[in-house]
């Protein structure tokens, strides 16, 4: 990939630092460091030390656990590079923390989802790159720029590599879409399966049933987030009780915040696909889990923003198996 110009430094937060790496490999380009100092009492103070005066700037980041730290420390840094004079500041976020707040689901509740735009914006942030928004209304939370970019192009250029004919399912009614537009690029030729859920809980879901056929089936539970796992191995079994053959489980974003071990001890599971929008290198020693790289998939969508040309242009090449 040709080097990209001069007026523009990409830097990754901690906790992203692989992916940028990979990013900067991909595009030839070194990632400058995010400096950083922490007080006694956990204050910190980040900023760079490479100057980014009239420069466009990315930030490759997620808020991901910690949550509220690193959404903080992505905050200071913004603010850090607006003080600078950067001329604009874009967070390439591969993962928005407190999306699933994204409406009072009963009374006196907050849209953090909706605060944290506010942040983002009030800090600094010109424009958010973002894959797989829990919910896509978060773009409107904005009044600035989001590229809400589509994962399922990432999952099919694997998927499609496989000989094995797949149902796609939703763990619940929210992903029918996501799960109709890979079964889509699929060309899997067969309906989507959904589960019937019901939230009783923060964490805690039920499964009512399963609308579609999933008998003598291999599937793919597909969806946005794993969090405590509960969703997706509740949705395993019940596709297992309907008869389903191999059960894979995809999702754009594994939290995992009760360990893999649940996943790799279970039978009934084959396989776990996730992308690297969270790293996950202290995981690498689990058979189950396969993680698919962004970096080419963002290098390509941080080179469409420097040049001005089209990300629907990318999804294509992405269609078309790149
Ligand atoms: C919820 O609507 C999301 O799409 C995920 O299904 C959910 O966040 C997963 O959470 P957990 O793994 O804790 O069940």
Do not use: W
Not at 17 to 40: C, H, M, S, Y
Not at 90 to 99: E, H, Q
Not at 131 to 153: A, E, K, Y
Not at 186 to 192: A, F
């Amino acid at each position: 990939m040709k080097k990209v110009d001069d007026n523009v430094v990409i830097f990754g937060m901690e906790n992203s630092k692989k992916l940028a790496d990979e990013i900067g490999q991909f595009l030839n380009r070194e990632i400058t460091p995010v400096q950083k100092i922490t007080f006694a009492d956990g204050e910190q103070l980040l900023y760079s030390d490479t100057t980014v005066r009239n420069k466009t700037v990315f930030i490759v980041c997620n808020t991901s656990k910690p949550v509220n730290e690193n959404l903080m420390s992505l905050l200071i840094f913004i603010d850090s590079l607006k003080r600078a004079s950067a001329k604009r500041i874009i967070c390439v976020m591969t993962y928005y923390g407190y999306a699933r707040q994204d409406r009072k689901a009963s009374g006196r509740q907050p849209i953090t989802a909706k605060l944290v735009a506010d942040l983002l914006e009030v800090a600094g942030a010109a424009k958010v790159i973002t894959i797989d928004l829990h919910n896509p209304s978060i773009q409107g939370f904005f009044n600035i720029p989001v590229d809400d970019l589509r994962g399922q192009f990432i999952f099919s250029n694997e998927l499609r590599k496989r000989e094995d004919k797949f149902v796609i399912v939703s763990p619940d009614h929210g992903g029918a879409v996501r799960a109709r537009q890979l079964s889509e690029l699929l060309n899997t030729g067969e309906q989507i399966a959904i589960i019937d859920k019901r939230r009783t809980g923060p964490n805690v879901s039920e499964i009512m049933g399963v609308l579609g056929n999933v008998k003598d089936k291999n599937v793919i539970i597909y969806d946005d987030i794993i969090d405590t796992g509960g969703t997706i191995i509740h949705a395993a079994e019940a596709l297992k009780a309907q008869g389903a053959k191999k059960v894979i489980i995809a999702a754009t974003h594994g939290l995992f915040s009760k360990g893999f071990e649940m996943f790799e001890n279970n039978e009934i599971i084959d396989e776990v696909i996730i992308t690297n929008s969270i790293d996950h290198s202290s995981m690498s020693h689990f058979k189950k889990l396969r993680e698919l790289s962004m970096a080419q998939f963002l290098g390509m969508v941080i080179q469409a923003n420097i040049n001005n040309s089209s990300i629907t242009e990318i999804y294509d090449a992405y269609s078309h198996g790149n």
